[in-house]
């Protein structure tokens, strides 16, 4: 959830040979709140489809507090798995928060909690689940990995799960960005549900709202579940999205 505060440029004349000032950045403000909401044709979470490959609607809303970098945030889904396993829920609920910062100008961090929360689950062992994170930046490059600190997602015995995930953002044109991330989820004492993902895309700012197609797949064929029609829910697949942030 990365924010970016662009810079503006005035120009002013001093003389007959009209010389030009640039103003400095308006500086960030000492609270932010952020609200956004999305239409996505299929919620991939770490390359697996929670829709059965159908549509979703999403949103979510975050405060940042730019002097010292601490955030909180929640982020909602709607969802498909956890009915379709007859555990009664039909929406995720993130809830996190952490603190960002710089280590160097070229090097930044991210680091916090995370839990989701699907109310009115009744799977044994319940899907709800913490997971704590760390996040190094390198320009527009990351690695970032992810702790479960108890069961993850309904799997028995699977706490210490982790996800390691390294991508990259890259500005390709004005408004206009290069999405790339390739991960591994690993699911302790449950070695077949563990895999690779992968996602290559394309994310473009159009002012009013923000358009993104990605590819996105996996190396697996475990997940399928009641509802799929046998359908593999991490095959690879184009996801389009709109979403609006304000």
Not at 21 to 40: G, K, L, S, W
Not at 146 to 158: E, I, K
Not at 217 to 244: D, E, Q, W
């Amino acid at each position: 959830m990365e924010k970016l505060i662009l810079a503006t440029a005035v120009s002013a004349a001093f003389a007959v040979n009209a010389a030009y000032a640039q103003a400095p950045a308006a500086p960030a403000p000492e609270h932010a709140v952020t609200f956004n909401i999305a239409v996505t044709s299929d919620y991939r979470y770490r390359g697996i489809s929670q829709t059965r490959l159908k549509p979703a609607l999403q949103g979510g809303a975050d405060y940042t507090h730019n002097p010292s970098g601490f955030y909180v945030g929640t982020w909602l889904s709607t969802i498909k798995w956890i009915k379709d396993a007859n555990g009664g829920s039909d929406v995720e609920v993130d809830i996190y928060g952490g603190k960002r910062g710089s280590i160097t100008e070229a090097v930044s961090y991210d680091v916090g909690v995370l839990t989701y929360i699907f109310p009115s689950n009744d799977l044994k062992p319940s899907a709800n689940t913490t997971e704590i994170y760390g996040q190094v930046g390198f320009g527009p490059a990351y690695l970032k990995y992810s702790h479960s600190t108890a069961n993850l997602l309904g799997f028995a015995n699977s706490k210490n799960s982790g996800y390691l995930d390294i991508g990259a953002n890259i500005e390709i044109a004005e408004g206009t960005q290069l999405n790339l991330r390739a991960g591994r989820q690993t699911v302790k004492n449950s070695g077949a549900f563990s895999y690779t993902d992968w996602k290559i895309g394309v994310t473009k700012d159009f002012g009013i709202v923000s358009g993104s197609i990605a590819a996105i797949g996996t190396n697996t064929s475990s997940y399928v579940g009641p509802g799929t029609n046998g359908k593999n829910l991490g095959k690879t697949g184009v996801v389009v999205a709109v979403t609006k942030t304000f």
